[in-house]
């Protein structure tokens, strides 16, 4: 069995295997996605998973918390002796970089966090043995994942360092700071952290650059930009918390977020409103179309139902309206729940 291996968060395992399919379809690759509620992961089933690996990065995947290439399915371990099959899939395989040992983050897969923990204490040694492993971890070479789905059912999969999350389990243990003003504040951090490459980052947040933050209270998002040296403008009826008003960067408005606009054109635009995400998504094409700004991250909050349809036409309804060509990522974070955030960028008018 070959194929990709994604973790979701627990679900949104249709999101992702609608996903899957229709980008598989889309750049050229046959197979079909293997799914089940819940279990916090899906496969997608495929002869062409270096090519589909190469033509859909991670960045580029929403309900994709981690892609890993599957090299092994191996569904009845003896518990005895798990080490000598997995030694036996990855026979005549060039060494690895690093390993993890791994379980979806799951009702049933959280319950493996121990089993992966000594299981890979065991592994390391073995694989060094076998010349599969580094010494020390070494992130330009591919790095094992082993993926225990049940305490007798596993993958073996492998990650391209340069194209998958760096976090175990795909996920960012970003700690909340004391004077967070909000657990809102950690949603921000992540798109910066995820959405955004560390080169990008530099050039397209400077201290001193501009922003707005529409739906900003108690003021989290703002108090994330500040943090970065950013004069923000705070679109809201609520109050915001007062130490971020005492940065000296904020000026608060009480003011509607889907009809205020700036004066003179911004650097960014944030915006946590809760709305229809039709909504958000035409009133973010505007602000792109109109050059109020040249960059934006802003939450879509999915409906209960056809959630992968709503992201897809809310995203073409947004790249449309914008009538300007666009970079977008999109993705569903760690601290989403029933939402998916999204980066979008100017580039140059052809
Ligand atoms: N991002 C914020 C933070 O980090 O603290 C949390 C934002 S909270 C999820 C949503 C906010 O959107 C609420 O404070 C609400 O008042 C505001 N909001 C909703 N509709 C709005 C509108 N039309 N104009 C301005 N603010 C709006």
Known sequence: MTGLLCYCRQGFEPELAGELNERAGQVGVAGYARAQRNDGYVLFVTDA????AQRLPWRELIFARQKLRVLAELPQLDP???ITPILAALHGHARFGDLWVEHPDSDAGKPLSGLARSFGNALRPALRKAGLLTDKANDKLPRLHIVFVDGTHAFVTVADTRDSAPWPLGIPRLKLLPDAPSRSALKLDEALL???????????????MRAADLGAAPGGWTWVLTRQHLRVTSIDNGPLR?????????EHLRADGFHWKPETPLDWMVCDMV?????????MATWLREGWCKHTIFNLKLPMKKRWDETRLCLDLFAQQAE???MIRAKQLYHDREE???????????
Do not use: C, N, W, Y
């Open 340 to 350: 998916i955030t999204v980066f979008a960028t100017a580039t140059k008018r052809r």
């Open 242 to 250: 007062q130490h971020v008003l005492d940065t000296g960067l904020v």
């Open 324 to 326: 300007r060509p666009l």
């Open 49 to 52: 998973a270096d090519a589909m």
């Open 194 to 208: 995820t959405l955004i490459t560390p080169e990008e980052r530099e050039t397209l947040m400077q201290p001193g």
């Open 275 to 283: 709305e229809q995400p039709r909504k958000v998504a035409e009133r």
């Open 80 to 82: 005895s002796d798990r």
